[in-house]
């Protein structure tokens, strides 16, 4: 008998509510200070030292053209590991780990506008607001 049940982080960022697949996360820390990277696209915030371990930083606020954080809040990372690399993404808030019914998945409305509906594979429908799954292949290629 197949699992219908999914895991996925949430997370917000400015008024929307995202999530990603728990096993595309490798963990979920607070903000680290960055060295900025000269000449990188505008969403690399810079690179962070995980443990010896080099890595980019992704703003996904600015992945997502939305407004910069303010300056008094710090983001999180949400440390995401795509085959051989590590990739943070920061975001405003992180939530909880969520179980989803397989079957409550639906495409990204047709409507969906800008960069975001190339960025959003599914939507997930729960009782009080909609749910919005990152791709997080197509989030990490700044191309």
């Known amino acids: 008998m197949k699992d219908s049940s999914l895991q996925y982080c949430t997370f917000r960022i400015a008024d929307l509510y995202m999530a990603i697949d728990v096993a595309d996360i490798q963990e979920v820390i607070r903000y680290q200070s960055m060295t900025p990277v000269p000449l990188a696209p505008a969403a690399v915030r810079g690179l962070m ?56 998945f639906e495409p990204p409305p047709a409507n969906m506008a800008g960069l975001a509906s190339e ?3 599914e939507v997930y429908k729960l009782p009080e607001r909609l749910l919005l799954i990152l791709d997080v292949g197509k989030v990490i290629r700044l191309q």
Do not use: H, W, Y
């Open 119 to 121: 960025l959003v594979k």
């Open 49 to 104: 030292n995980l443990r010896g371990q080099i890595v980019t930083a992704i703003d996904l606020r600015t992945r997502l053209c939305l407004e910069p954080i303010s300056l008094e809040t710090l983001p999180m990372n949400i440390i995401i590991r795509d085959g051989d690399s590590v990739v943070s993404l920061l975001v405003d808030e992180v939530g909880d780990v969520i179980d989803a019914d397989a079957d409550l």
